[in-house]
């Protein structure tokens, strides 16, 4: 961290992404920089990646959706989440109708269903799996 006339013009990305209210906390921003999902000037950050007035970074949230954004100011300690806001600028990206109905359908297209239980089928699953086995038998 450069510090002149006690006036920040760097600081570490887990630290800015905190203070932006981006991420409820330091080390779930730190995670989410482990985890490659944050990037800075187009390459993947570190937590220990120094950010400055001008970055641009690029969050990808867990939907799978990214998030582009500016870096406006360097704040030396946490501010209100509304003063949070003023630290960054949200870039929007310009895309076509189709380019968005097709990121819709493969968003759809990439989510699973989740088994409602983990383990052994329960007896009543069992007879219904039995039931199914003997009438494919049949055809």
Do not use: H
């Not at 981006?22 to 570190?46: I, P, Q």
Request: glycine letters at 4%; charged letters at 35%; hydrophobic letters at 35%.
């Amino acid at each position: 961290m450069q510090q002149t006339n006690d006036i920040i013009t760097t600081q570490r990305i887990d630290k800015w992404l905190n203070i932006a209210c981006l991420f409820k906390t330091r080390s779930k921003a730190s995670k989410a920089c482990d985890e490659r999902r944050v990037k800075v000037n187009g390459v993947v950050a570190k937590p220990a990646t120094l950010v400055k007035s001008g970055d641009e970074i690029t969050l990808k949230s867990p939907g799978g959706k990214f998030v582009t954004l500016q870096v406006l100011a360097i704040s030396r300690r946490n501010v209100s989440a509304k003063d949070a806001k003023s630290l960054y600028k949200v870039k929007e990206l310009e895309l076509s109708e189709e380019a968005k109905e097709l990121m819709e359908i493969f968003a759809q297209a990439i989510t699973y269903d989740k088994p409602k239980y983990k383990g052994r089928p329960t007896k009543k699953e069992r007879r219904k799996l039995e039931k199914l086995k003997q009438e494919k038998e049949l055809f």
